[in-house]
């Protein structure tokens, strides 16, 4: 399995760079898993495509405004910190650029002094280990101060930080937000939920390594970067009760889909309720314990997020999909539009 057997041509303008509004008025392409026929709609429509009994799990990380542009305390040379996970009380593990100046000691000021970080060890991979100081607690400072680390391919800046957040975010931790989550409004889910629609949530905190490309030109040499999760028993028991039902279990967006994956990959099959990490690699040939349905955004070329779909669709049937979607200008990435991919009944 290549890397190139994932490659499709996109172009530039069909990347989006401002999210839709309202959230659940983007495009949606209706994908049927078992045949792979495709129907052109709206997010919204999601009120007449699910069914009572199913069931969306939905992932509750909320992301941290983790970019920051600030100084060095003793001359004013710039530096800018992406926080990538917390080690410790106000010690936290970032990349920066310029590295070279972010030696051991080096002090910086970040908001007018409202944060202060001080370098105190260099990885072997270059990121740094930070001990940061701040009047009042840290995560207040930090959504003064902070900026939402939106992907690189985003260029327009956002005017407003929880477009950038799911309406249900809750759970503090991640670098990048699980973005099919994005198109839903609360009033959408109000209204699924009056349908009999079910949501559980599962927590897993984004990392930057979501964005790092398959760099191997062989997919299977590709080490995944690991992240962390939270299974709640409220959701294992719901989707038990789901299936026990005759419903679909509808994963939104492939952080979710991850999450249920990797546990019942690590338990025979079996969901148990548990905090973890996982570096779970889905590619064509994974055997689904989980999953029926996935509403997913559109992915980055060769990346192991479309992979991922190929294993649930299918490989030609995604390659077919991503193809109709350039040729219909559909949106891609972040803040593009989605795709539902649901059998016609629970498998």
């Not at 949606?28 to 199913?54: A, S």
């Not at 030696?103 to 970040?110: P, R, T």
């Not at 994005?182 to 390594?209: P, Q």
Request: aromatic letters at 10%.
């Amino acid at each position: 399995m290549k890397k190139s057997d994932f490659y499709y041509d996109l172009p530039d303008e069909l990347i989006a760079q401002t999210p839709v509004e309202p959230r659940d008025h983007s495009r949606l392409m209706q994908i049927d898993r078992n045949t792979g026929e495709i129907q052109h709609k709206h997010f919204y429509d999601l009120l007449e495509i699910l069914q009572p009994g199913d069931l969306l799990v939905m992932n509750d990380s909320r992301v941290l405004p983790a970019r920051l542009y600030g100084e060095k305390v003793d001359n004013g040379t710039f530096i800018e910190f992406l926080l990538l996970e917390q080690k410790g009380d106000k010690l936290w593990e970032i990349i920066c650029r310029p590295g070279k100046k972010a030696k051991v000691g080096v002090k910086f000021s970040f908001g007018g002094g409202r944060l202060i970080g001080e370098v105190v060890e260099v990885k072997p991979d270059g990121n740094r280990i930070v001990q940061f100081t701040c009047e009042g607690n840290f995560y207040t400072a930090l959504e003064e101060v902070g900026q939402m680390p939106l992907p690189p391919y985003i260029h327009e800046k956002l005017k407003d930080k929880e477009r950038y957040q799911t309406v249900y975010s809750k759970e503090l931790g991640s670098a990048a937000a699980p973005t099919a989550g994005l198109h839903f409004t609360k009033d959408m889910l109000k209204k699924l939920k009056e349908k009999g629609v079910n949501e559980a949530y599962v927590t897993l905190h984004v990392g930057l390594g979501t964005f790092r490309p398959v760099k191997e030109d062989d997919v299977l040499q590709h080490q995944m970067h690991s992240e962390h999760y939270h299974l709640p028993q409220e959701t294992v028991d719901m989707i038990r009760e789901t299936k026990a039902n005759g419903g679909r279990v509808i994963a939104v967006g492939t952080t979710s889909c991850r999450t249920l994956e990797a546990v019942a990959t690590a338990h025979n099959g079996e969901l148990v309720a548990e905090d973890g990490y996982t570096d779970i690699f889905i590619y064509p040939g994974y055997s689904f314990k989980v999953l029926d349905g996935l509403i997913t955004n559109f992915h980055l070329p060769e990346s192991t997020l479309i992979m991922l779909i190929s294993a649930f669709l299918g490989y030609e049937k995604t390659m077919h999909a991503y193809e109709i979607a350039v040729q219909e200008k559909y949106r891609f990435f972040s803040f593009g539009d989605a795709m539902c991919i649901l059998p016609e009944k629970s498998e």
